[in-house]
Each structure stands twice: as structure tokens, then as C-alpha cells.
């Protein structure tokens, strides 16, 4: 007969059940938990392994180190300098209207290539073309009157027959004259005349124009003259010989008086003896009538010019006269000048051969007041395009005129463009305690570039050819490398890993990638840069479950 349960015995049945579930919840943390204690000491030995073990061994078991290897090799290599900057054109003029009134023409169009001094704008000129008819009249009013004056002055003023130097004044101011008294001497010194003979056989081999090397024979000083004669007529010289006569004109250096001596060649041929050299011109100045010498208004050794007064006879009230003449003469002469000048602003003409990229005004417009505050049209010279690229001061000396120059733009993705240095600037900008200098440089073939457009620039400051090279990175602290070698054990200390030795190289040239080695390292070598990759340590801890972020539950 079945045993009938009782309430207690169920309960108790129950608290048996719970407990041993209980029991085994318990055993189940503790087994993850020595999971979890194993898994970190298996992580700690991969550690190990990872920075102690590893570099010793890698070389022979071909477990990566971190490095890769890279042969030393013989490449060309440039070394560049690098800037930025927005591209100009080669030259830019902006129009700006400086009269006023209507624009009759104005026959170009945006985008039209025009040629210098080609007509862009006709402004109606009629206002300024009665005014240059009122200023001559005026001129020639003045003109008549002044000459009235001199008539009746005839003889006060004596003035120079020719064109030289004062050579000497035979008067001083008070000195009182007779008509005909001699009053100055002008001689043409700037310039003096050679004669020299040739013989006659070798004088048909000389032409008016050619150059001549004279020698003059007290000092021996060269100069350069020109033939400006040559006569037909031979003559006995020294010896019997026939000569003819060559004169020569030099300019005169400040030292070469009349009647030094000197001898002169001309096409490789000598003179037959030597000449004298004479002034130019010589005239002498004599009072045209009789009076005081009032003022004289040069002075020995003086430039004057021909029919230049030289000295007035006293008379204040035809002085005052004569001076007023020649003030409303020159007033009147400015006034013209102005309004011929004035004229010339109404026909408008392109300063300079280029490219219409604004016109402003066409024809039918008025120019006003308002006018100046903008222009009226803007030509670009598009010959080439210009680019200034600010240097720092401790690469300026590397900067040289005619550098090739490679450019890049974003607007022209994938293109590469040449330009050249064309100037180096010596005004430095200072600007927080760095000096930078202006380098402009010029591009002819710009292709799809524009001016305004942003370019990248490297100046090629140097090119070398067949050098051996490793790559940049391969260098470290203190110029030394990594060279791969099976046999060497390393330095862990040193950071130096099993399988690489380190050797000190002497550098040279580099580039962006490459540097030149000098010695240390030979070519075909392995060198090791270090490839910066994430560690097995760091890899094995991202992944394991106890590793990255915790989970919602």
C-alpha cells in the first residue's frame, strides 16, 4: 500500500530539491571562474612571450617582429622646398575713367584678347577740344608779345652762337662795355676732334661712322671715338709718305684739353703719326651795344645751349619787362600742354595686351563723379601666371633664380604643372619672430589653371642621380639603422630585436621617402622600419570576453 505523503514531508522534499540546485549554481560560478583565472594566465604568457621571448627568437622561427625590410637601393632622388598661394596673372590694369561726359564707343567684349593701345572707350571730347583751341590762342598772344619785348631789347641780352662750355668771361657784373667788346668765349669741350694721319693706301679701308681706338700718348689711356671725316687729299707725312687726314670725334672724359696728343686705329689699322685734338665748335661772344653789365647768369666751365642769354646790361625796368614776357609765355605754354593731356583722356586705350575679364560701361553710358568709384573695365595679361610663395628664412639660401618649380591645384586634380623661379625678394616679413621672403615664380604652361586658383608648390632645389638611398624611416635617433642579419641575437634592452644589428650611417640628400646614405650601409643590404602594427597582446585582450565594452544584461 502506498505511504501517504504529509504536508511536512512535502515541504521538506522541497527544501532538499532547492538546496541541490543551489549546490550546483555554486559549483558552475566557481568552474567560470577558474576559466576566466586560467584564460588571463594564458594571456599573460602570450604577453610574455610577446616582448620577451619573441624578439630573440623571430628571426629563426619567422614570427613577425614589427619590422619590415627594405633593400638599400640606388634611385634618384629630388630635394624640394614646399609653399602655397593663390595663382595671378602675369600683368592686371584696371580702367578708371579721369573725365566726364558720354561714352560714344566702346566696341570690345568680355573675353576679347586686345592688343596695347588698342581703343576701348571714345568719350565724347567736344568740351576739351575748344578748350585746346582757346590755349593756343593764348599762347600765340604770348608769344607776340615776348617776341615784341626781345625786339626792342635787341643788344641788352648777348647770347651764345653755339652750343658748349663757358671757357672764360672776359666781364664781370658792373664793368662797363662798348659795342663790340668782347664778352665770352664757348668752346664745345664735351666732345673733341682728333686728327690723325693714315696712309694714303690704308685710308680706303676707313668710312665715315667707323669706330675708333684712340691712345692718348701722355697717358696711355684708351678711348672709343668715331670717324667723322675723312679727307681725299694726301699729303707728304713723315718720311715722304702720302697721307690723308681722318678725324675722329671723342667723347670727352673730363681731362682732354686742346692740343694734347694722341694716336688712333680704326679697324686694325694705325695712324702714321700722332694728331692733336681740338674743341668741337669755338665762338666768342661780343656786346651788341654799349652799356653796364648788369647780371650775368652763367659761369666758366657752364653748359649752355645755343642762343641761351648769358648776361643782361643793366636795365631794371626792361629786365622787369622781358621776365613778365616770359612768365605769361610759359603760363600760356603749361595751359595747352594740359588741355592736349586732358584730350588724350577722353580716348581710353588699353595699357597693356591681355584679356577683357570686366567690362563695366558700354557706349551710351555717361561717366560722372560716381564713376571713379569702381573701373570701367579690367584686362588680365595671360602670357603666363604668377605665383608668390612666402620661404622661411632658413631655406632662402637654397632658393635660386630658374629653379624648376612642380605645381598642383585641386581644381585640376591629378594634374601636375611646371613653372620656374623667376625672382627672390631680400624684403623679409617678420611675423611672430618668423622671417619669410618672397620667391615669385612663373608658370607659361598653366593648362586649366586660372588666376585666383589655390596651388600647391615644391621648388626642386636639387636633383640627385643614382645615389644610394633607404627609406626615411628607416633612420633613427642618433643616424643609425637596423640592418637584417640571422646570426645576431639583439638587444632588447636597446629595443634592437633578434636577427638585426644596428649600425651608424652618415646621410646625405633626402626627399619626402627616400634618404641618401654616404657609409654604413651597403648597397642590397635588408634595413628594418618599424611598421608601428598593433601588438598579439593588444589583439588577444580586444577579443577575449573580458575585453572591450561591458554588456547590458
Known amino acids: 500500500m502506498a505511504e501517504l505523503k504529509t504536508p511536512t514531508g512535502i515541504d521538506a522534499r522541497k ?39 619573441r624578439p630573440m627568437i623571430a628571426a629563426k622561427a619567422g614570427i613577425d617582429s614589427g619590422y619590415r625590410n627594405f633593400a638599400a637601393e640606388r634611385r634618384d632622388i629630388s630635394v624640394e622646398i614646399s609653399g602655397s598661394g593663390a595663382l595671378l596673372p602675369a600683368d ?38 575748344r578748350s585746346i583751341e582757346q590755349a593756343e590762342i593764348a599762347l600765340r598772344n604770348a608769344d607776340l ?15 651764345a652762337t653755339v652750343s658748349g662750355r663757358v671757357a672764360k668771361l672776359h666781364v664781370d657784373s658792373g664793368d662797363e662795355v662798348n ?63 702720302l697721307v690723308c687726314n681722318v678725324e675722329i670725334s671723342v667723347p670727352n672724359p673730363g681731362g682732354i684739353t686742346g692740343g694734347m696728343s694722341a694716336t688712333a686705329s680704326v679697324n686694325g689699322v694705325a695712324c702714321a703719326a700722332a694728331g692733336s685734338f681740338a674743341n668741337s665748335t669755338s665762338s666768342m661772344v661780343y656786346a ?10 652763367v659761369g666758366e666751365g657752364q653748359r649752355v645751349e645755343k642762343n641761351q642769354a648769358l648776361m643782361a646790361l643793366d636795365s631794371d625796368a626792361a629786365e622787369r619787362q622781358l621776365e613778365s614776357a616770359g612768365l605769361s609765355r610759359r603760363a600760356s605754354e603749361l595751359s595747352l600742354e594740359n588741355a592736349r593731356d586732358m584730350l588724350e583722356n577722353y580716348a581710353i586705350k588699353a595699357p597693356i595686351s591681355g584679356t577683357i575679364v570686366e567690362k563695366n560701361y ?39 633664380v630658374g629653379q624648376k618649380v612642380l605645381l598642383e591645384a585641386d581644381a585640376a586634380e591629378g594634374q601636375v604643372f611646371t613653372g620656374v623661379v623667376d625672382r627672390i625678394g631680400i624684403n623679409g616679413n617678420v611675423l611672430s619672430g618668423v622671417t619669410t621672403y618672397p620667391v ?19 621648388i626642386v632645389v636639387e636633383e640627385a642621380k643614382d645615389i644610394l638611398t633607404v627609406p626615411v624611416s628607416a633612420v633613427q635617433r642618433g643616424n643609425t639603422v637596423l640592418v637584417a642579419d640571422e646570426a645576431a641575437e639583439g638587444d632588447p634592452e ?42 598579439l597582446f593588444e589583439t588577444m585582450i580586444n577579443a577575449s570576453p573580458m575585453g572591450g565594452a561591458v554588456q547590458g544584461q
Open 288 to 297: 651788341g651795344a654799349a652799356g653796364t653789365i648788369g647780371k650775368i647768369y
Open 494 to 535: 636597446k629595443g634592437i630585436p633578434a636577427g638585426y644589428r644596428q649600425v651608424e650611417v652618415e646621410v646625405g640628400r633626402a626627399d619626402d621617402e627616400y634618404i641618401e646614405i654616404l657609409s654604413g650601409v651597403q648597397e642590397g643590404e635588408m634595413v628594418a622600419v618599424n611598421t608601428n602594427t598593433t601588438s
Open 440 to 458: 615669385r615664380v612663373i608658370v607659361e604652361n598653366y593648362g586649366s589653371l586660372l588666376p585666383g586658383m589655390n596651388v600647391t608648390a615644391d
Open 179 to 241: 659795342a663790340g667788346a668782347l664778352l665770352a668765349e664757348i668752346r664745345d669741350s664735351d666732345t673733341m676732334k682728333l686728327t690723325v694721319p693714315f696712309h694714303q693706301m690704308q685710308v680706303s679701308s676707313i668710312g665715315v661712322g667707323a669706330m675708333a681706338t684712340v691712345t692718348i700718348s701722355d697717358t696711355g689711356e684708351q678711348l672709343i671715338g668715331t670717324v667723322t671725316k675723312v679727307s681725299g687729299m694726301a699729303e707728304a707725312g713723315v718720311g715722304g709718305t
Open 362 to 400: 558700354k557706349a551710351g553710358d555717361t561717366l560722372d563723379s560716381t564713376s571713379a568709384m569702381g573701373p570701367m573695365a579690367v584686362i588680365y595679361d595671360m602670357s603666363y601666371l604668377t605665383l608668390t610663395l612666402n620661404i622661411d628664412e632658413l631655406y632662402i639660401q637654397d632658393i635660386r
Open 15 to 53: 527544501d532538499a530539491q532547492a538546496d541541490a540546485q543551489l549546490d550546483r549554481m555554486v559549483a558552475g560560478e566557481k568552474k567560470k571562474k577558474r576559466r576566466r583565472l586560467a584564460l588571463v594566465a594564458l594571456l599573460l604568457v602570450a604577453a610574455l612571450l610577446w616582448f620577451v621571448v
Open 92 to 129: 592686371s590694369y584696371n580702367i578708371i575713367g579721369l573725365v566726364q561726359g558720354d561714352i560714344l564707343a566702346a566696341d570690345f567684349e568680355e573675353g576679347d584678347y586686345v592688343e596695347k593701345d588698342t581703343l576701348l572707350y571714345q568719350i565724347d571730347s567736344s568740351d576739351a577740344e
Open 145 to 159: 608779345s615776348y617776341a615784341g619785348i626781345v625786339d626792342n631789347l635787341d643788344g641788352l641780352e648777348p647770347q
